[in-house]
C-alpha cells in the first residue's frame, strides 16, 4: 500500500478518482467531510436558522447525506432543523425493506422522519400501477410522481429547503442525457447546485462534487447502514445510453466527471433558441411546462382505463385530452346517473 | 438508487426514436415521385439518382449562403485531407465553379495538405502524395503542401508545390513534443490543436480569410461529446459550430458538416471519383476519450437513427457567453472566462486537491483546521490565466516551452 499523500505517515487504503491522491482512512474522513462543507459555505447552501428536508431513500447517496449533514451542521453550526422525507412508492420486495433502512436511519440520528406514499397521494401504489401497465414504461409513472411527491412532502413540512443526494456522477450523467436527447432546457439547469422550481422550497445537492465511488466508500468505512438492492420492476435500466458512456470514459480518466460538470457549467443556451417556459397546470397547480402537469395525465390515463395516456408525445396527449373532454361534456349531460359517468368531474382531485 | 424522472417532468424515452428496420415499402422517388428511386437515406428516404446528386448540391451551397460569409474573390483555403469527404468537396466546388449560372462559386478556393503520416513508410506516405495530386490536378486545383512535424509552433510555414521533402524523423520530431508520460487522450487534443494552428499560419501566408475543413455530422458530433467531457463546454459554438471565429483574422468554416458518410460516398460513386484512401488503424475504444466518443456516437446512431442530428442540432443552439469573456487561451484561442460568483467544478477539485496534500494538524479544532486550508486556498497563487481549462492540465513540460 502506498502512504498517505498527506504524509501523515499512515498506509492509504483508497486512490482518490477526483484528484488521485492516495489516503488513508483518518485523512479520507477529514478531507470528504471538508469538501461537502467547502461547497455548503462557498455556493451559501443554506441559511442559519433554517428548516432542511433531506430527501431520503435509504441507499448510499441519501444515507452518507444525511450522516454528513448532521455531522457537519453540529461540527460548524449551521443552526439547521434537519428532517428525514421519505416517498413510498408501493413497491413490495423493494421500497418496503428500504423503508426500514430510513427508519433505522432516523433513529440512529434523531431526525423525524416523514413518509408520503404514493397511494396517500394518488391512490396508486406502483404494484397497482405495473398491474395495469405492465413492465414497459413504468418508471415514467414512478418518476414523475417521485418528484411531485417530494415537492409536496417539503411544502407539508414547511422547510426552507429540499436536499438531494445526487452526487457528481449523477450530474455528469445528466448532462450528457439532456445532449444526447437534445433538451435544451434541462441542459441549462441541470448544473445549478440550488433550483428553484417556483413553490418557493429550493432544491439542493450538497453532494454535487462528490464521486460515487467516495461516497461507497465512506458509507463503506463509518460502516453506515444503507440499502442497496435495485428496484425490483427497473433492475439496471435507467438512463442506459448516459450511464453506460460516462462508465466508460471513467474507466479512460475519473476526472472526466468533473471536467464535464465544468461544461455543464459553463454551456449558454443561445438566446434565440426556444425552451419551455414554466407555468402552473391548471388541474392540481403544480408547476409544470405544460397547460396540465404530466403526474394528472398520467393520473387521468390510469383513472379512466387508458394508462398509456401519458406515454409519448405531449402535442398526442393534448389531442386525446380535448377529445375527451368534449365527449365527456355531452356524457354528463345526457347521463341521468352522474356517479356512473366517468368523465373528468369525477375524478378524485390530488391536492 | 433510481432517480428516474429527477428532471422536470420526465419524459424518459420518448425523445429518443429507435430505428425502424429498413422502413422503405418500395415506390418511386421521394423527390420527383417518377423515376425508380437507387437511394435510401435515414432509412426511410429513398432517391432517384438526380434528385439525390441535386439535394446535396444544395445542400452544400445553402449552408455556405446562408452564413453571408464569404464575397467574391475571397481566397478560401481547402484543407484536404484522405478519403471521401475532401473528395466529394472538391467536386462540389469543381462544379460551383464551373457554373455560369446566378449560382456560381465566386471565391478562389486554395488547396492546402498538411502532411501528417509520420506514422507510415515514406513508400506509403509518397503513394498518399501522387494520389492526392493527382485528383486534385484532375479537378483542376492546384495543391500546396505542407510538413506538420516541420511546422508545429512556428511562426513561418515552409508551403511547397508539386512535391514534399519527406523525413524518417518526422515521427521522432513530432514526439520530442510530448511528455513520455502524456496519455493519448491529451496527445490527441494536442495534435488537434497544433494542426488548426498550422492551418491558420498557412492560411495567413497565402492571404485566405477562410479555411474549409471537411468534417462530417458523425465528426461534428463526436468533437461536441469529447468537447463536454474535456471540459471544454465553453467552447463547442466555435469548435463544432459552422465557424470558427477564435481567430481575428481567418474564420474556419465546416460547410460538410450537415452531410453524413453514406451520402457523400455515394456522391463520389455516382460521380465515379475514387477517394484517397488510406487503410485505417485498428482502433482501441478505451485508450482516449476521442476513440470512444466516435465508437459510441457510431454505435448509438445504428440503432437511434436521429442520435447524430439531435447532437449537432443541440450544438447549433449553444452560443458563447460574450459577457463573461476574459481574455484568449494562448494554445487553442479559446474564450477563458472570468470567474463567475458561485462556486465551480474547477474550484472544487482544486480544493479536493490542496486537502488531499495537507497534513492535518490535530492539535486544533477541526473547523480551526478547515479555515486555516480555506485561507491557503484562497491566496495560493492564481495560476496564471494564460491558458484554459483545458489547455492548463494537458501538458506542463509543452506549456512552458510554447
Known sequence: MPACSTKCGKNAILKRPKTGDALCKTCFFEAFENEIHFTIERAKLFRPGSTVAIGASGGKDSTVLAYVLKLLNEKYNYQLKLVLLSIDEGITGYRDDSLNTVKQNQEDYGMPLKIMSYKDLYGWTM????????????????????RQALDRGANLLKVDYLATGHN?????????????????????????????CGDGIPRVKPLKYTFEKEIVMYAYFRKLVYFS??????????????????????????????????????????????????????????VSSQEVCKACILLEGLNKGLPRLGIGKSSKVKRLLKENEEKNKSCCRNDTQESACICKANLPSIK | MCSVGEGFEDEEGSRMEKAASANWKGGKCNKCREND??????????????????????????????????????????????????????????????????????????????????????????????????????????????????????????????????????????????????????????????????????AKQLNCKYIFTPELSM????????????????????D????????SEVKILRPLRNFDMKELAMYNVFHKLEPVSV??????????????????????????????????????????????????????QSAILRNSKGLSSAESTRFSKLTSNELPDHNVSGPERYLKLTEKSDHSPQERQQYCFSCSKLSRHLLEEI
Open chain 1, 127 to 146: 404494484d397497482e400501477i405495473v398491474a395495469e401497465i405492465g413492465r414497459k414504461n413504468n418508471c415514467t409513472f414512478c418518476g414523475v410522481f417521485r
Open chain 1, 168 to 196: 457528481a456522477d449523477d450530474i455528469a450523467e445528466t448532462v450528457l442525457m439532456n445532449i444526447l436527447r437534445g433538451d435544451l432546457a434541462r441542459l441549462n439547469r441541470c448544473t445549478s447546485i440550488i433550483t428553484d
Open chain 1, 229 to 286: 438492492t435495485e428496484c425490483v420492476f427497473a433492475p439496471n435500466a435507467y438512463r442506459g445510453h448516459a450511464r453506460v458512456l460516462l462508465k466508460d470514459l471513467e474507466k479512460i480518466d475519473p476526472t472526466v466527471i468533473m471536467n464535464i460538470i465544468q461544461s455543464g457549467e459553463t454551456i449558454k443556451v443561445n438566446e434565440t433558441a426556444k425552451t419551455p417556459s414554466l407555468t402552473r397546470c391548471t388541474q392540481c397547480n403544480y
Open chain 2, 37 to 202: 428511386p437507387v437511394i435510401l437515406l435515414r432509412k426511410k428516404d429513398a432517391y432517384c439518382k438526380a434528385c439525390f446528386l441535386a439535394g446535396a448540391n444544395h445542400k452544400f451551397k445553402a449552408l455556405l449562403g446562408k452564413s453571408k460569409l464569404i464575397h467574391p474573390k475571397d481566397r478560401v483555403l481547402i484543407a484536404c485531407e484522405t478519403g471521401h469527404p475532401t473528395m466529394s468537396l472538391l467536386h462540389l466546388l469543381r462544379s460551383g465553379l464551373d457554373l455560369n449560372t446566378q449560382k456560381k462559386l465566386r471565391f478562389e478556393p486554395v488547396l492546402v495538405y498538411v502532411e501528417d503520416n509520420y506514422h507510415m513508410s515514406i513508400g506509403e506516405r509518397q503513394r498518399i502524395i501522387r494520389s492526392i495530386n493527382n485528383e486534385t490536378s484532375r479537378l483542376k486545383f492546384p495543391l500546396h503542401l505542407v510538413s506538420f512535424a516541420d511546422s508545429i509552433n512556428r511562426k513561418n510555414v515552409l508551403i511547397s508545390q508539386k512535391s514534399l521533402a519527406l523525413n524518417r524523423c518526422d515521427q521522432g520530431k513530432v514526439n520530442a513534443m510530448f511528455d513520455q508520460s502524456i496519455n493519448k487522450t491529451n496527445r490527441r487534443q494536442l495534435l488537434h490543436i497544433m494542426k488548426r494552428n498550422i492551418l491558420l499560419t498557412v
Open chain 2, 219 to 238: 465528426d461534428i458530433a463526436s468533437s461536441l461529446l469529447t468537447n463536454i467531457a474535456l471540459g471544454r463546454g465553453s467552447q463547442v459554438p466555435d
Open chain 2, 240 to 247: 463544432t459550430g459552422f465557424c470558427d471565429g477564435r481567430d
Open chain 2, 279 to 332: 487503410n485505417p488503424a485498428q482502433i482501441d475504444q478505451y485508450s482516449s476519450v476521442q476513440d470512444l466518443m466516435s465508437y459510441f456516437i457510431i454505435d448509438l446512431q445504428e440503432n437511434y437513427p436521429a442520435t447524430i442530428t439531435t447532437v449537432v442540432k443541440t450544438g447549433d443552439k449553444l452560443a458563447l457567453n460574450q459577457s463573461m469573456i476574459a481574455v484568449q487561451c494562448k494554445l487553442c
